[in-house]
DNA sequence: AGAAATCATGTAGACCGTTACATCATCGAG
DNA sequence: CTCGATGATGTAACGGTCTACATGATTTCT
């Protein structure tokens, strides 16, 4: 059982002094091609390693950054680590990938793990609007670049959507098509997001000079297809149905799908859906599912890169955080299309 | 801008030495309640954490592990990821994520990542079959859990699943229902898993005694939607349709489903389908899909739990390598029910 | 009772593998 | 002979862990 091989043991096996075989890697310039040469050859026929953890203790940046979202089940989650990840690799960094599944207490455990590590720095996803590992890590001074979160906050750099005009596309797009009686299928009501989305209906209803009224929404505890069968099953109970129903997820939007398919109702034809996020998953839908497509993958790695832009400048004092909103953008399909005008199959 | 806080700072703020503030740590016993509640109060009037760098410095296991697979858009990777996830998490560790992109070369390099970071070890699904990268690892001494490669391996621990059974298993499924026509839309004949999977389907052609050639097999470069369309757009051009497909992968067999649709053939009475992996899509699809389940979650956390034991026993010399081999398991739906016999849309 | 052994607590100091910086040779040019 | 370059060396951190040892109090033995 041989010793772990270190610097030291290159540097004798070189014949140079320890110094040297750092300046090797961090200074080739100020080494002799011929030193440099020598060094090269020790470390490749002892088969050294760089330890990243004496770099990072000695005050390196470390090449492992993390992304911390609520629903790893979620595809929109999935498309935001992938960015992330993308973005990470042509950095040539690493990423920790944290599931919080909605608990903002595993959120903290996650948090405190992080800071411990004095990684290079975090993306959140945050679960509550009350941020308390948000906190956390900014006491502990690690960069950090919130996703997600569309509430405008001067004091962190942060990749969000627009949700107000999310939802303001969505209705206004079911008003278009004529429909009068729309039930907004929400998430729950304490996330900011949801509230956005919520708003943004309102500013439609208000473009178009139309009451309130002609949105309702319902509100579900969580975010998923078993709660969009549930949703649905309740608008299948009420006295009068609405014309169109806008789902606050694609994932509450399968379900309500599934729900109401099973119960004979067509989709369009006697109630048009409409999705948010559009994940892959919408196009392929049994019936294709009209979407606000959110850019996940795009926003992962425009907050990847935020982060290593951020990390890697020479002057870290004068970072000014920066928010950068992208814009949603509506895909009509099938499941919105008014009677006799339907959208081709094809994606 | 504060210093950093050091356990010397909570020593000398606790008016305790050095190694007494370790110690509350890591043999709390040895202390006195008097001086543990000192130093407590210390620590949290400073606001310190311990540096996990430091201490992987000084020999302590790392408490990050790295899941590496070949493609963050299968959802049957992702189900690994979530299962490893979840054990990791329960033992209080925290899992990087790394996506080989089915390229060797970046498994390589993330290997090399992975090696200079000291982590605790990794889960690896390879990409080809050389194991560059794991040999790689192997040399560093990191321990190393395979996790879906079929090939009976001594010398390391490994999660799989019987993916000769599971061909059988599907294509026994399309001979009972009477079908002798069968086309398996296979992924890259160089990887083992298909080559297992083909294996299967022979091996259920001679259970049942029939010919080798009532199934015929169709390669595709990748094992995506798009693949799986491209594979029905050659099917259609066919001068005798196959009556039932099996495809290696419930990716294809979505890109299959939709082709087919599109050309106006209907799934089952036309052409039976059955995918592999049961993916949580498959169940919701147009026409749900039959297919050979895998645990995956269950691999990624039993991969995970293996990996943790290894590394948590005190005598790492007198490990002994373990080889889980799961079941996989077919779910009939209704893509491959007879005609007049359908299976209920609830999933 | 006095010496010795036991015990609970703490302390001191040597690492772990790097990096950064100050120092020190060496040698040709002016 | 002094000056600068240039290239290599030596050494002090970084923030912990851990072993060996000092201390004093308490118990045990003769």
Redesign the pocket.
């Known amino acids: 059982m041989k010793q772990?091989v270190?610097?030291?043991d290159v540097a004798r096996e070189a014949g140079?002094?320890?110094?040297?075989v750092?300046?090797v890697?961090?200074q080739p310039d100020?080494?002799?091609p011929?030193?440099r040469l020598r060094v090269q050859r020790a470390i490749d026929r002892l088969g050294y390693?760089?330890?990243e953890t004496?770099?990072v203790?000695?005050?390196?940046p470390s090449r492992i950054m993390a992304i911390v979202v609520h629903d790893l089940a979620n595809p929109f989650c999935i498309a935001l680590v992938q960015g992330a990840e993308q973005a990470a690799r042509r950095a040539g960094l690493g990423i920790m990938v944290c599931n919080s599944a909605g608990d903002p207490a595993e959120e903290t455990r996650y948090a405190s793990l992080l800071i411990e590590h004095r990684i290079r720095g975090a993306l959140i996803a945050p679960t509550d609007s009350s941020g308390q590992s948000i906190t956390a890590m900014r006491r502990s001074e690690m960069p950090l670049v919130v996703v997600d979160d569309s509430r405008p906050g001067r004091d962190a750099c942060s990749v969000a959507v627009d949700d107000v005009l999310g939802g303001e596309l969505a209705t206004a797009h079911l008003l278009a098509a004529g429909h009068r009686s729309i039930l907004f299928v929400a998430g729950p009501a304490r996330l900011p997001q949801i509230q956005a989305r919520s708003r943004g209906a309102l500013r439609a209803l208000a473009r178009a000079r139309l009451p309130a009224s002609a949105v309702t929404q319902l509100d579900c505890e969580k975010m998923t297809v078993t709660a969009g069968r549930d949703a649905a099953a309740r608008i299948l109970g009420m006295r009068t149905l609405p014309t169109a129903v806008f789902c606050a997820n694609d994932l509450l939007a399968t379900g309500v799908l599934q729900r109401l398919f099973e119960a004979g109702i067509r989709v369009p034809e006697d109630i048009a859906l409409v999705g948010y996020d559009d994940i892959e998953h919408a196009a392929a839908a049994a019936v294709p599912l009209t979407s606000v497509r959110r850019p996940a993958r795009l926003m992962g790695a425009q907050a990847a890169n935020l982060l290593i832009d951020k990390t890697s400048s020479a002057s870290p004092v004068e970072h000014t955080h920066r928010q950068v909103v992208l814009r949603p953008e509506l895909v009509a399909r099938r499941s919105s299309s008014r009677p006799g005008m339907h959208v081709p199959a094809r994606p």
């Not at 140079?16 to 040297?20: A, Q």
């Open positions: 772990r270190g610097m030291i140079v002094s320890l110094g040297t750092s300046n890697y961090n100020r080494v002799s011929a030193t390693v760089r330890s004496a770099r203790l000695r005050g390196r």
